[in-house]
């Protein structure tokens, strides 16, 4: 039965309304495959001419040739119906009827933090998505993104680079590299984690893929994190998608007026979680982490120099000028504040002279 649903997943051009009409009109993806022409021509000739792939795809593929084909190139595929299919998909009305991934599902016993935001990020926005990620790594979590250039890449690597596992949801088949220039962390993400979509192999990346496949990041979260987001972003819809299927929702507060602060200010405004600090978020979503003591700022001594310096970096960063306004130290004891704090972990310079609180 299983072949049947990975061809019936298999087919190119289709998606899944088109899929669940053949469902309601054929009960199950075998009497899809063994549907005479008659019955799939009327279907074409009522209205649905989308069918016409389905009867290209039938004359041209068996479902034989599609198992094989996708085993060669070292895809596993999982169907809705069986039982290792992921729980938390599981009970989503437009779940996927299958799964195309290279490497391993995440673990149903494991916290699982969707990391999304812009593409276009700041420095500090992608500072702040590391910092996440590494934290949701240190208290036993997993992450889960889209793979994609700015927050979402930032987030996943910054997970790998801990030593955790992190899951790429595909707007393309899980055989092809979008953007082109992430080779390195796809490579990555298969051997720890996983590269999944529901579109079959071969599917190039489409702006139509990416609203599908969000339902399915924030579907195998727990909890959904923004970090940076504009007024119409993919992240915003990863963000509804998060609410309708019951998923919490946080986000990183920006300045107002900031172009990539506005959605996560009027996600804040409509109740989602605000993060004020990388602590208090893991604290919230996993009451019995494994974060080390030593890893917080409050068990780190510092300076009288390094405390006030550290309370002026703040979230979102200050540059060296800014720091020298706030603090009135020199700038000779600022920098060697500036330089013990970096190598304590508790700030980063994302850029030249501009720092971002880490802890």
Sequence with gaps: MEQYWEWFCSIPGIYRTQREILLHCFHEPKKVWAASMEELTFLRDRGCRWVQKVIDYKQR??????????????????SAVQENYPRRLASLRDRPYGLFLRGSLPPEEVRSVAIVGARMCTPGGRAMAEAIAREVVRCGGVVVSGAAYGID???????LEEGGKSYAVLGCGVDVCYPASHQQLFSRLAKSGALISEFPAGTKAMPSHFPMRNRIISG???????????????????????????????????????????????????????????????????????RPPDKTAANIPLAPAEKLVYSKVGLHGKSLWELQENTALSLSDLCDSLLSLELKGLIKETEQNFYVKMK
Aim: contains cysteine; hydrophobic residues 45%.
């Design 61 to 78: 593929v068996t479902p034989t040739e599609v198992m094989h084909t996708r085993a060669m190139m070292g895809i596993d595929f999982i």
């Design 153 to 159: 890449g930032a987030a996943q690597w910054a997970a």
């Design 220 to 290: 195998l979260a727990d909890v959904v994190v923004v970090v940076e987001a504009r007024k119409k972003s993919g992240s915003l819809i990863t963000a509804e998608f998060a609410l309708d299927q019951g998923r919490g929702v946080y986000a990183v507060p920006g300045r107002p007026g900031d172009e990539l602060s506005y959605g996560c200010n009027e996600l804040i405004s409509q109740g989602a979680g605000l993060i004020l600090s990388v602590e208090d978020f893991a604290e919230a979503v996993f009451p019995d982490g494994r």
